[in-house]
């Protein structure tokens, strides 16, 4: 069992920047892999970007690749999204989602097996 908690969420303007962090608690944070999905007003939740366990392989949507990383701190248990040049259509609550060792389809939701209660992003013109 691992518990997650986001944060870092708010309000910024279009071209911006910010990081939100989820938080880590309970079973060896090493051993999970981790990921972001967003989900915005009025739209299922969509993959975002996942990290493998060790931080050493990434992947993102096509919709924020080269805008977004996605990192990890294994000793502070903890992972991160890091978000450039933020669109209006970056806005949506972000959520991270666990799962021990790797996930079967990482893009899908079903793949993850905890989730934390998520961080509102909001981005204006």
């Known amino acids: 069992q691992v518990q997650l908690v986001e944060s870092g969420g708010g309000l910024v303007q279009a071209g911006g920047s910010l990081r939100v962090s989820c938080a880590a608690s309970g079973r060896t944070f090493s051993m999970y892999a981790m990921a972001w999905f967003r989900q915005a007003p009025g739209k299922e939740r969509e993959f975002v970007a996942h990290i493998n366990t060790r931080g050493t392989s990434t992947n993102y949507a096509d919709s924020v690749k080269g805008r977004f990383t996605i990192s990890r701190d294994n000793a502070k248990d903890t992972v991160y999204l890091e978000m450039n040049s933020l669109k209006l259509e970056d806005t949506a609550v972000y959520y991270c989602?666990?799962?021990?060792?790797?996930?079967?389809?990482?893009?899908?939701?079903?793949?993850?097996?905890?989730w934390g209660q998520g961080t509102r992003v909001t981005v204006s013109s």
């Open positions: 989602a666990a799962v021990l060792g790797a996930p079967g389809l990482m893009t899908r939701q079903y793949s993850y097996n905890y």
